[in-house]
């Protein structure tokens, strides 16, 4: 029977998309379904819609009315929170019986709402006549109704709700545009939403189909899983006698076991099982056979033959090793044959701990013997009656007698005084026992001796004497003993007191081990740490009692191949000194690197019984390595940087320039005149960073001298806003009149000062963003500043910038300034820039100071003296309309494009120009008429020869020639060797008309 035939057997039928029946039941469960699946798209669907609205938004800005667009996106924001209040009232109740056909309904009103909001789009927010535009706005609200059709095609009237408003909006207001493209546009719209439509009720009947379908598999496997619950029951109640069984065979350590011996099948409990180590239940004879060890397997195969054959008894112990962990276990096996069934039959048992327990009897007997034939003393045993009963090794070199002969004999008489014999009985019967009586005694050749005698009784557990155990020692050998011990106690004096020299001379080792700066710890042969010294634990973190008794593998820090262990540990096992350089783990889990000398030491036989290996931390000698190998890769970064941004200038100066002349030939209305414009500025923002670009590449001392401190900030300001992310904000403050901001200084380090100062700031804020201030102020009082010996009680100009990052707590602003010192990751910071910033700082005579708290910022000051009554170098201002004039200028640059914009310029400023690509060339014109020429204009940087040397050869053929140069790399000359090369203006690459055309005439009228 069908699912949906269950769930409603006397429902009324109704028929799904294939033509099936359902019943009511049945659509209301698909109906849910529909709803559910619905609403999990819902919030990526909401999120698309509040997106795309906010693109359309920034669209229209520039067109539509800023209280329209406000009001448009409140109305569609409405429709999305409405969708996201019904989103949450589902999450409730989806996991209940609800009731699919309301939540449907009100899904259907909200989209309908929704998409009436789309719709009034088009007349709130759509420019009006700008067809572009509108064709935009319809591709995007196209795609988002295409992207969400098929989360609106669960729910049959849905997708109608949210396309026919929203197309029927833009296709009146496109129809009442007008022309061709307002009609094309209107009817394809109707069109696409016909379309879509049709989409999404074939999306609906796929749903529909997919979700009965679901449901009816869903109730197969609850019946299944009833079937199962009840198999499962029938199973655990029938094993519950077996498990019984089990657990009675373990607790005995028995197993059964069964034999077809012409099937060669064995059937096996659990307890046989669990003695052999197999854990299948069904096995083979010959797999059994393999399982004991090789030594038993023929006994084994005969007493299994006898068996059957004979009718032999099957009693058997062996020995297995069991598959699952390798132990070898001991096996008692007894076994019956039955011919009728063809069975053999048995149980096995673990005796283990039984043969282990008789072995460590034999084994304590054996210990036991072995200790009365070999005691030092002479034993006797004898019963109650004074006959010996056993006599050991030592008795007979003592006394002279066997046991054979002794045992004839009382003990009674090997006493030489029977006065001392009948006191010592009685001690012993008053005492029951004799300790340390000394008496003489017989030996068999008739001679006495002294002896000391001790006598115990051995008693069973009700008291009752069943023998004597005598003990004597021979005095004549103790007194010589005591003599070789006296003899032996001096020669021990004497070694005692070589050993405390010895002991002395291994505190002074042991003391300058302790206190010596490299780490040394000691390993036995395994590499058990057994010995730190203290500057083992200062270097790695870990105090003695952490690290002793662990493998020196815990300060692996996995950075070598294991080839430089296998190394160090042949070397070592050669008894040789091993040495290298080897990177460690400290507890903390940072690296060090250092230096390490392993070496063996060995006992008198030579064998290795320790390691010392001596460590010594080269990890800031290996920093300082990396750091100088960054600073020549920084270096020359730093020269390609300045390659490159000599060559931009050049096709900066090539922009600017025909841009500058196409303005001066475009009329003022023309609507170009806008475009060519918003290039030119452009093109001179792009000269302000290159400008900057060559000041940090420039190399040597800067020379320092008056400059105004505000510009250096704004610079500043300039290239950290381009350089920083944008969740960064930077306020400037500047609190000073013109004038007040002058200092002695060199304004690339002073700009550096405010760079690195910036990017620490930066790096502050770069997880959650922040703000960042400057403020620059003058401080008539330094009292405050006292305290540094280095700065004087004049005026100064205060620059404070500060951060609103994560702040630092006392600890590190104590060591911020420190070199090397950084917070920052591995690869992220060199632990220079700020100590840099201090040594620029006191260069100049200044002061920085900074404040800090964890989570609330830090804030810097740098404090420098004012210059007072002095100015910093002014800028000419030059007439807006270029100089202009006649002569005859000879113009030399190796870029073409850049000779023909000089060439252009000047002859529009009346100049009759004589252009070259080549310096060699424009020498031999100018060689061959000297007088033909009134100025001649070079490019620095060019093949054959510079313009330095051009220039010099000019004016060594006519010195009163005016040259000017023109470059985009001032660093390359100066202005003592531009004179002496006979040059009289300079120009910096990329320049505007209005400098070319001053320079020109300034160059002529010094001439003349």
Known sequence: ????????????????????????????????????????QLPTMQGASLAVALLLCLLASDAAPLMNILLWFGLLLMSVIGKAALYNRFEKVREGAFDGRRWENAYVVLTLFAGTAWGLSAFMILPSGNFE????????????????????????????????????????????????????????????????????????????????????????????????????????ERGFRERRLRRAEMTARFGYWE????????????????IYGIEREELTLPEVQQIPLPEYRGMLDNAFKMLIEEGRPYN??????????????????????????????????????????EEEVREAHSYLENIFDNSPDAIGIVDSRGRFLRWNKMAEELYGYTFEEVKLKSCFDLYADEDERDQMLATLRRKRSVKNREMRMYKKDGSTAPLEISIGLLQDAKGKTLASVCVARDLSLLRETLNALRVSNDRLHREMA???????????????????????????????????????????????????????????????????????????????????????????????????TASPVKDKSGAIINYVIIHRDITREVKLEAELNQARKMEALGLLAGGIAHDFNNILAAIMGFTELSLFKVPQESPVRGNLEQVLKASKRASEVVKQILTFTRQGMQQRKHVGIAGIVQDSIKLLRSSLPSTIEIRHEIKLNPGEDVVLGDPVQLHQVMMNLGTNAGHAMRAKGGVLSVKLSAIADASQLLSHSDIGTDRHVCITMSDTGHGMDAAVVERIFDPYFTTKGPGEGTGLGLSVVQGIVKSHGGVITVESEPGHGTSFSVYLSQIEGAEPESVKVVSESPPAGGERILLVDDEEALVDLGKATLESLGYQVTAMTSSAEALKIFSAQPDAFDLVMTDMTMPSLTGKELAAGIVALRRDIPVILSTGFPDLIDEQQAREAGIREMIIKPFEIRTLAVAVRRALEKGS
Not at 1 to 24: C, K, N, V, W
Not at 150 to 170: D, F, V
């Open 259 to 274: 034999i077809i011996p012409g099937a060669g099948k064995v059937q096996a409990s659990e307890g046989a099982r669990t």
């Open 1 to 40: 029977m069908r699912a949906y035939e269950r769930l409603g057997l006397f429902a009324p039928t109704i028929f799904d998309s294939r033509g099936h029946s359902m019943t009511q039941g049945l659509k209301e469960r698909i109906t849910r379904e529909q709803v559910r699946i619905t609403m999990e």
């Open 133 to 236: 535009k509108a064709c935009l706005f319809l591709l995007i609200i196209g795609g988002l109704a295409s992207g969400t059709s098929r989360g609106h095609s669960s729910i049959k009237l849905a997708p109608m709700a949210s396309a026919m408003p929203g197309a029927l909006g833009y296709a009146v207001r496109l129809g009442m545009e007008g022309a061709a493209f307002g009609y094309t546009a209107a009817f394809l719209i109707v069109i696409y939403v016909l379309a879509v439509i049709g989409h999404s009720l074939k999306e609906y009947r796929f749903f529909t189909s997919f979700v009965a379908l679901r449901i009816e598999k869903l109730d197969l496997l609850e019946e299944k899983q009833a079937i199962n619950d009840s198999l499962r029951r029938e199973i655990a």
């Open 498 to 596: 070589e050993r405390k020299r010895a002991e002395e001379e291994l505190v002074r080792l042991a003391t300058a081990m302790e206190q010596t700066a490299e780490s040394i710890f000691i390993a036995d042969p395994d590499w058990i740490i057994r010995y730190v010294n203290p500057a083992f634990e200062r270097l790695t973190g870990y105090s003695d009692g952490e690290i002793v008794g662990r493998h020196t593998r815990t300060l692996r820090s996995h950075q070598h191949d294991e080839t430089l262990y296998m190394e160090m540990g042949e070397t070592l096992a050669r008894g040789e000194v091993w040495s290298g350089r080897i990177s460690n783990k400290k507890k903390d889990g940072a690296h060090y690197e250092a230096v390490a």
């Open 316 to 357: 058997v112990e062996f020995k297995i090793r069991r598959p699952t962990d390798g132990k070898i276990i001991d096996i008692h096996s007894i076994a019956e044959y039955s011919p009728e069934k063809g069975l053999v039959f048995g149980v096995l048992q673990d005796i283990t701990e039984r043969k282990r327990a």
